[in-house]
C-alpha cells in the first residue's frame, strides 16, 4: 500500500465542515487515513482575500496509482464546489494537493510529484513538519526540516482554535 501526502485547504464557507467533507471523501474513495495534522489558520497565498485558508495535512494509505488519486481529488474539489479559474489563485471551498506519494518522482503534463512548490511555501511545510518532520524530499534530498528551517516564505502559520 502506498503512502498519499495530501494538503487540504479552502477559505470559503464553512471551513472546518469542508475539510472533513473532504476527509470523509479520501476515506471512502483513496484510503485510510493514517496520520493527520493539527488545523492550521493561513492568509492566502499568491493572492489576496479577506477571509484565511485552514489548513491540514493527511497522510492516506492507497491502493490507488498516483494518476488516480490526482482523478479522484479533481472529483472531490468539484464535488465540494470548487472552481477553477485559469492562470491565477482565488478562494475556494476546498484544494487538495498531493505532496508526496511515497518516494516517487513524476513528471508529467498532468501529475509532477513531489509538489514543485512546496519546498516554497511555510503552509504546506509546517503541517507536514508536524506529522513526518524526518521524511526526505526525494528530489531535493533534504528532510521536511531542513526544509521548513530554510524557507524564507514570510507567512504566519498558526494552529487554528475555534472560538
Known amino acids: 500500500m502506498a ?10 464557507g464553512n471551513r472546518l465542515m469542508y475539510l472533513k467533507a473532504a476527509k470523509d471523501y479520501i476515506i471512502r474513495l483513496i484510503g485510510n487515513i ?8 493561513t492568509q492566502p ?12 495535512l493527511i497522510i492516506a494509505g492507497t491502493l490507488l496509482e498516483p494518476l488516480e488519486v490526482m482523478q479522484t481529488i479533481l472529483n472531490i474539489e468539484n464535488n465540494l464546489g470548487r472552481v477553477r479559474k485559469k492562470d491565477h489563485y482565488s478562494a ?3 484544494d487538495i494537493d498531493i505532496l508526496f506519494y511515497d518516494n516517487r518522482i513524476i513528471n508529467e503534463k ?5 509538489h514543485p512548490q512546496l519546498h516554497k511555501r511555510r503552509f504546506a511545510l509546517e503541517p ?13 534530498k533534504k528532510t ?6 530554510e524557507c524564507d516564505d514570510p507567512m504566519n502559520v ?6
Open 3 to 12: 503512502r498519499a501526502y495530501l494538503l487540504l485547504g479552502g477559505n470559503k
Open 34 to 41: 493514517e496520520k493527520s495534522s493539527s488545523v492550521y489558520e
Open 45 to 56: 497565498w499568491g493572492f489576496v482575500h479577506d477571509t484565511p485558508f485552514l489548513n491540514q
Open 92 to 94: 475556494r471551498t476546498i
Open 110 to 114: 498532468d501529475l509532477v510529484i513531489p
Open 128 to 140: 507536514l513538519a508536524e506529522v513526518e518532520p524526518g521524511l526526505v524530499h526525494p528530489v531535493l
Open 144 to 149: 521536511v526540516t531542513t526544509l521548513l528551517s
Open 158 to 163: 498558526n494552529n487554528y482554535t475555534q472560538a
